[in-house]
């Protein structure tokens, strides 16, 4: 039964040892944090062409 406890912590922390190779611990993935994307006005330029054919 010793020997069977061993194994099992062994095999245990060799399992953890793969998964922080990966980057993947006990607790999981840490949450996302959403990104926050103001909307931005955007500025309306008027060309020489558009100014003109307004004008006629």
Do not use: H, W, Y
Request: proline share 5%; hydrophobic share 40%.
């Amino acid at each position: 039964m010793k020997r069977f406890k061993k194994a099992v912590r062994f095999s245990g922390l060799i399992v953890l040892i793969i998964l922080a190779c990966f980057g993947i611990g006990l607790g999981g993935t840490p949450p996302v944090i959403p990104v926050l994307r103001t909307k931005q006005e955007t500025e309306l330029s008027e060309t020489k062409d558009d100014d003109e054919n307004e004008r006629k």
